[in-house]
C-alpha cells in the first residue's frame, strides 16, 4: 500500500514538471523595444555639452530589474556627472563601467513588467569639433550594438545664444530628417526619425561658424597638403635612387657574357637570394645533379595538392661551392615546398658573399655611408611626425605627421640603393637583360606553332630565364594551356618528371609540371615582392546602446 502511494507521488511530480517548467519558463522569456528615445544635446559657450536622454522601455514580456545606457566615449574628453531618474519607478543604484571606448551605464529598479521610461543626464567635455573656420556637434545617438528597434527617435542640438548665430549659417545632416528652429535667443537642430532598426545607428551632425577651439579636424584642403607633402618626400626620395643608379648601357645580346654565371647574374640584375638560388636549383636539374618529380597528395579536408619531390644524385666533382652548399641544405627535404619553406635564412647568408665578390672585381661600388645616413634621417623623420602628431596639435601634428612620413619612405627609398653599377658591370648587365628577352621572344614565337619545342626551348635556357621579370607562374601556366592542345611531346631533360596517372593530365602537359610546380612554390613561399599600405580614420563621439533586463 505504501509503495503504491509512493508510486502515484512520483508520477504526479513528474506530470508536475513536465506541465509546469515549460510554463515558467514562457514566463521567464523576456521580450522589450524601445517606443521612445529623446536627446537633447546642450552646447554650452565654452563647448561643453549637457546631455539629456529620455528612455521608454516598452516591457512587453517578462519581469525586469534593470537597464542600461552605453554612451561612445571615442574621440572625448571626458564623460562625466551621470544621473539616472525615472518619473515611473525607483532607481536603487546607478553603476558605471568603462568599456572599450564606451562609458557604461547600469541602473536597477524594483521588479516590473509595464513600461517604464528613465531620464539619463550627463555632461560631455571635448568633443566639439573645429574643421577649418567651421565648428562641428557630431552625435550617433544610437550604437551598432542595439539589440532592438527604437522607435520614435528625436535629437535636439541647442546651440547658445552667445554663439551669436544665423539660420543660413547652419547646416545640419541627415538635412532629410532636420529643421531649424529659434529658441530663446538660440537656435535648435532638431531631427526626428520614427524607426530604428536593432544594429542600427542615428548619426546626426549639425556644423555652425567657428566660435569654439574644439578638438581638430581636418579638411579637404588640409588632407590635400599633407598628401602632397608625403608625395614630395616620396618623390624625391625616388628621384635620388633613379638619379643613383649608375651608368646605363644598351646591348644586343643573344647569349649571357661569359664571365658571369647564375649567383652574379642575380647581383646585377637585382634578383637577390631568392632569384639566385631557383637559377642554380634548375640548373641543377638541368645537369642531372637534382631530379624533380611532380605528384598530387590527398590534403584531406584541404582536398588534393600539387607538389613536387625532390631526389638528389651529385656529382660532387661538376659542383661549385654555391652549388654543394644548396643541395647539402636540400638532403632531407622530400619536397621542394618544404626545402624553400626552411632554408630562407640559409638562401641570404650563402648569397650575401655574391655582392662582395663583384664589388672586389669592379663591377659595383657600395655607398653604406651615403645609405646608413639616409636611414637615419628618415627614421628621425618618421619618429618626430609620430611624436607631433601624438600632441595633438592641430593642422601642424597633420602636416608634421604627412611631412615626417614622406621624408621617412623618401629616405627609405633612396637608402635602398646601397650598391651601384659601375661601367664594367652596366655593360654585363645590359648583355644579360638582351639576351633574357631574345629567349623569352623565342619561346612565345614557338608557343604559337609548337608549343612542345617552345617548352622544351624554355626548360633549356630556364636557368637564366627564371630572372626575367615576366616569367612567372601565371606566365608559365599560359605554355602549360598550350600543351594541353598540342599533340607532341615535349623532350625534357630527364630531372623533371611526373609520378601522376597520365590519364589525370595529357602527356605533354604531365612533362611540364613539375617546372610550373616549382615556380609556383617559389613565388607563394615569398619570392616575389610584397607592398602594404596604411590608412587612417576618424569618428566622432555619440550616444550608445540601450537595453534591460
Known amino acids: ?33 524601445l517606443s521612445n528615445l529623446d536627446v537633447t544635446v546642450q552646447v554650452r559657450p565654452d563647448g561643453t555639452y549637457e546631455v539629456e536622454e529620455s528612455l521608454t522601455y516598452d516591457l512587453q514580456q517578462g519581469t525586469f530589474t534593470y537597464a542600461y545606457r552605453s554612451i561612445e566615449a571615442h574621440d572625448v574628453d571626458a564623460v562625466r556627472n551621470v544621473r539616472v531618474a525615472s518619473p515611473d519607478v525607483p532607481v536603487d543604484s546607478v553603476r558605471r563601467t568603462e568599456e572599450d571606448d564606451n562609458v557604461r551605464v547600469r541602473w536597477t529598479y524594483p521588479a516590473r513588467q509595464a513600461p517604464a521610461t528613465f531620464t539619463v543626464r550627463y555632461v560631455v567635455e571635448g568633443a566639439l569639433w573645429a574643421r577649418g573656420d567651421r565648428n562641428e556637434v557630431a552625435r550617433d545617438v544610437l550604437d551598432p550594438e542595439a539589440t532592438v528597434p527604437t522607435h520614435d527617435v528625436d535629437v535636439r542640438v541647442v546651440l547658445p545664444s552667445a554663439f551669436d548665430l544665423t539660420a543660413d549659417g547652419v547646416t545640419m545632416e541627415p538635412e532629410a530628417d532636420a529643421r531649424l528652429e529659434r529658441t530663446g535667443g538660440g537656435l535648435t537642430a532638431a531631427f526626428h526619425r520614427d524607426r530604428v532598426a536593432e544594429g542600427g545607428n542615428y548619426a546626426v551632425e549639425v556644423s555652425f561658424p567657428k566660435r569654439v577651439a574644439g578638438r581638430y579636424a581636418p579638411t579637404t584642403g588640409d588632407l590635400v597638403f599633407g598628401l ?94 654555391f652549388e654543394t652548399a644548396l643541395l647539402e641544405q636540400m638532403r632531407g627535404h622530400d619536397t621542394v615546398e618544404d626545402a624553400w619553406t626552411n632554408t630562407r635564412s640559409f638562401r641570404r647568408e650563402q648569397f650575401q658573399a655574391v655582392p662582395d665578390d663583384l664589388v672586389a672585381q669592379g663591377w659595383l661600388e657600395r655607398h653604406r655611408t651615403r645609405s646608413n645616413a639616409l636611414t637615419a634621417v628618415a627614421v628621425a623623420g618618421l619618429a618626430a611626425g ?94 602549360k594551356a598550350a600543351l594541353a592542345d598540342a599533340d607532341e611531346v615535349p623532350s625534357l631533360p630527364e630531372g623533371f618528371t611526373s609520378l601522376v596517372d597520365p590519364e589525370a593530365d595529357a602527356a605533354p602537359v604531365a612533362a611540364f ?37
Open 1 to 33: 500500500m505504501l509503495l503504491r502511494h509512493v508510486g502515484c507521488a512520483l508520477l504526479l511530480l513528474c506530470w508536475a514538471h513536465l506541465v509546469v517548467a515549460p510554463s515558467a519558463s514562457a514566463q521567464e522569456e523576456k521580450r522589450y523595444e
Open 228 to 321: 602632397v607633402l608625403i608625395l614630395l618626400g616620396v618623390g624625391a626620395g625616388g628621384w635620388a635612387n633613379w638619379r643613383w643608379r649608375g651608368p646605363r648601357s644598351e646591348s644586343s645580346a643573344t647569349r649571357p657574357p661569359d664571365d658571369v654565371d647564375l649567383p652574379s647574374a642575380a647581383a646585377l640584375l637585382g634578383r637577390g637570394a631568392d632569384g639566385a638560388t631557383s637559377a642554380v636549383l634548375f640548373d641543377l636539374v638541368r645537369r642531372g645533379h637534382l631530379t624533380l618529380r611532380h605528384d598530387r597528395d590527398d590534403g584531406g579536408w584541404t582536398g588534393t595538392n600539387d607538389l613536387v619531390r625532390i631526389e638528389l644524385h651529385p656529382t660532387p666533382s661538376d659542383l661549385s661551392a
Open 386 to 479: 609620430c611624436g607631433v602628431a601624438l600632441m595633438g596639435l592641430g593642422a601642424e601634428s597633420l602636416f608634421a605627421f604627412c611631412g615626417g612620413l614622406g621624408v621617412g619612405i623618401g629616405g627609405l627609398v633612396a637608402a635602398a640603393r646601397r650598391t651601384v653599377l659601375t661601367e664594367a658591370g652596366a655593360r654585363r648587365e645590359a648583355a644579360l637583360r638582351s639576351f633574357l628577352d631574345h629567349e623569352k621572344a623565342a619561346v612565345d614565337r614557338l608557343l604559337d606553332t609548337s608549343p612542345a619545342r617552345a617548352a622544351e626551348q624554355l626548360v633549356e635556357t630556364l636557368p637564366w630565364l627564371v630572372y626575367h621579370r615576366e616569367v612567372k607562374a601565371s606566365w608559365l601556366k599560359e605554355v
Open 513 to 549: 609540371l613539375p617546372v610550373v610546380g616549382v615556380i609556383g612554390t617559389m613565388e607563394s613561399s615569398g619570392a616575389g615582392a610584397a607592398a602594404g599600405g596604411a590608412a587612417a580614420g576618424g569618428a566622432a563621439g555619440g550616444g550608445g546602446a540601450a537595453g534591460a533586463g
